[in-house]
């Protein structure tokens, strides 16, 4: 008990824990303790296979590989690959978005629709496509086909980078790291990569960032926006998470991955009148959608659809016995799945040609009459629920309230209103120091750390200090189950200045802004605070600082790098595998003689392995910020009168 206690933060994980021992499943957890001895030259990033000579391991005897290669090359030659990685998922994720807006366009994709026309018509004019006197479908067709570009350009730098403050666009252009089409980026990645090619780690280095650019500029931000226009901008919503989402007698359907247009059409299969009549036939009361993961977030942040867990509950969700379906798409889906869902009367649906796992069931969802192939999953579903074995259910009561739906739409309309909708409030309250500065924590959960452990204590300790948090992917599902997600907490636990203006507008002083592809979003929001006016020119001015906590997958290292390409700085709370070359994690750290990475974009990454550590650091980063701005002057402390929530 106490064992499992030390791996798990929450209490319905720790009873499916529990009950994973009881029911003889196997779960991640026990996997990670078979692998707990982790081979030293990965951890250190000195392995290298990328020829059949080898593959070759560093070590004090044999400080090259067979080529020559030395520490610092195999080392940032497996960086950039990680970054290479993340950045094809996310932008793979934003490729098949846009097509399916094509598809729409061309009036291909049945059952799909363009539900935000604003944001569509935003997007058009912002990069000079013809809006007047046209219909939406062509309009979109060439916002399409613009898009789809930003993949393939051969010379040209990708137009999206324009979304920068102007500055930043220097420092890029300066460094000669402005990223062409986001498939040439990783395409030269493993160029660079293979045998013979790129031997000089900053070289290497530099383009992980040009690499990474491409995806938090590019590929990812194209995801969000068309996610918008395609299902409608996100705003406010309640909802509830953790496993007691889910409800004995219903079926229980959980969806699970990253792309939303599956997902978007099941919630629209489970409220069709013939399907809600099956379910009552089946003997259930209903169905119960839930998801996992960054689905979760993409179908929460749009419908209020309950989140079930974040990434390492996805076995749990299964062993409450209660899980009629786990409905996957793509990224972070564990095969290991399969053998948890043997042992109850769950099944596994795949739905995306590119990702099947051998025990799954396959049920693509494509293009022709795809709400009649949901609703053929959605079915299947329903016959499970007849094979629900009651003796092995059982549903953790723990579920938490929430608020989610904070697109940067919705919070400059949270901050002023219908009419005057803008972030000079924001920037008010942070130049007049009711807010300390900005932080956003985005990332994983990993076996690595006990789950949650890390994101919730580092969050209580920013908002302690008048810092608010914006959060992201399944750091926040660590805060929604903490039942942090809610104006509440700013009563609880946020200090008196971010509590005052919490009160005032009428928000939660943690920001739940989406999934993982979502990052952009706060990337958006720091530059409506640049353009706002009075913080600066540049992201790298603003007190503002990213953290990675309990970060894993390769789309994380991704993520910060485009952050710090961006002048921000990352808090890692789990190291990279880069200690085997000096040269390159100190250069990654700032920490070389003349200054690393923060010498080329004014940021840089921090490992720290303990929350409050880390706290303390973000805030002196935050104070210098602020120093810098000018903006550090004492504040006489004043709580919020009639007027003051007027002018807000
Ligand atoms: Fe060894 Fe060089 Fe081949 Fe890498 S590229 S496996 S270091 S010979
Ligand atoms: S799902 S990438 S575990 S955030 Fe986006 Fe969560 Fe990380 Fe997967």
């Known amino acids: 008990m106490d064992n499992l206690h030390s791996k798990v933060s929450d209490n319905a994980s720790l009873e499916m824990l529990e009950k994973s021992k009881a029911d003889c499943v196997e779960t991640c957890f026990d996997r990670a303790e078979h ?16 020829c059949h000579m080898g593959p070759c391991r560093i070590t004090v005897k044999a400080p090259k590989g067979i080529c020559g290669a030395d520490a610092d090359t195999i080392v940032a030659r497996n960086f950039l690959r990680e970054v290479a990685a993340g950045t094809s998922a996310h932008s793979d994720h934003g490729r098949h978005l846009i097509l399916k807006l094509k598809h729409v366009a061309e009036g291909k994709a049945e059952g799909f629709a363009i539900k935000d026309e604003k944001v569509l018509l935003l997007n058009a004019r912002r990069y000079g496509i013809e809006t007047e006197n046209r219909g939406i479908n062509s309009i979109a067709l060439d916002l399409a086909n613009l898009f789809l570009n930003e993949f393939s350009s051969q010379e040209e730098t990708l137009k999206t980078l324009e979304l920068a403050p102007k500055k930043r666009q220097g420092i890029w252009e300066a460094k000669g790291i402005k990223p062409c089409g986001i498939d040439r980026m990783v395409v030269e990645s493993m160029h660079r990569t293979s045998i013979g090619v790129d031997h000089d780690y900053k070289n290497l280095l530099m383009h992980a960032f040009r690499t990474a650019l491409s995806n938090g500029w590019g ?40 792309e939303p247009a599956i997902s978007e059409i099941l919630t629209v299969a489970v409220s069709a009148p013939e399907i809600k009549e099956y379910a009552k036939n089946a003997g259930a009361s209903g169905i119960t959608i839930a998801g996992i993961c960054c689905t979760a977030n993409e179908v929460l942040m749009r419908h209020g659809v309950p989140l079930a867990g974040n990434m390492l509950q996805q076995e749990l969700a299964i062993i409450t016995g209660a899980v009629e379906m786990m409905v996957v798409d793509v990224q972070c889906v564990m095969p290991g799945l399969i053998d948890a869902a043997k042992e109850y009367h769950t099944e596994i649906v795949s739905t995306t040609d590119m990702a099947k796992t051998i025990g799954a069931k396959h049920m693509a969802v494509g293009e022709v009459n795809p709400l009649a192939a949901a609703k053929e999953i959605v079915k299947r579903a329903i016959d499970n629920f007849k094979k629900r074995d009651k003796s092995k259910v059982k549903i953790p009561a723990d579920k938490e309230e929430l608020v989610a739906g904070f697109s ?31 932080v956003g924590i985005a990332g994983c959960t990993s076996t690595k750390r006990r789950t949650d452990e890390y994101i919730n204590v580092l969050t209580e300790e920013l908002l302690k200090r008048n810092i608010l948090v914006l959060q992201t992917g399944c750091a926040a599902i660590s805060s929604a189950k903490a039942g942090r997600l809610t104006p509440e907490t700013a009563l609880k636990i946020a ?34 605070i640049i353009n706002e006016g009075g913080l600066g020119e540049d992201l790298g001015t603003l007190p503002a600082v990213g953290v990675a906590a309990e970060w894993m997958s390769e789309k994380a290292i991704s993520i910060g790098c485009y952050f710090v390409a961006s002048g921000v700085d990352i808090f890692l709370g789990n190291p990279f595998y880069t200690s085997g070359s000096a040269n ?3 250069y990654l750290h700032g920490t070389d003689a003349d200054g690393g990475v923060t010498k080329d974009f004014g940021a840089c990454f921090h490992y720290y392995d303990d929350p409050l550590e880390a706290a303390k650091r973000i805030t002196e980063i935050i104070n210098a910020a602020r120093e810098g701005l000018g903006i550090n002057r004492k504040e006489e402390r004043k709580l919020f009168d009639m007027k003051d929530r007027r002018a807000i």
């Open 35 to 50: 692998q707990k001895t982790h081979c030293s030259f990965g951890l250190k990033g000195v392995c290298c296979r990328v």
């Open 584 to 586: 390159v994690h100190n």
């Open 495 to 528: 200090g008196p200045g971010l509590r005052e203006v919490c009160e005032a507008v009428g928000i939660p002083p943690i920001l739940h802004l989406g999934s993982c592809v979502d990052n952009t979003r706060i990337l958006e929001a720091a530059t409506e």
């Open 219 to 258: 590929g990812s931000r194209i995801a969000s926006i068309v996610s918008d226009i395609l299902f409608g901008t996100p705003s406010p919503l309640k909802s509830s998470a953790n496993l007691g989402v889910l409800k004995e007698d219903t079926v229980n359907i959980l969806i699970h991955g990253h």
């Open 408 to 438: 940067v739409d919705a919070i400059k309309y949270m901050l002023g209103g219908k009419y005057r909708a803008s972030f000079r409030p924001l920037n008010d309250a942070i130049i007049q120091n009711r807010i300390f500065g900005v």
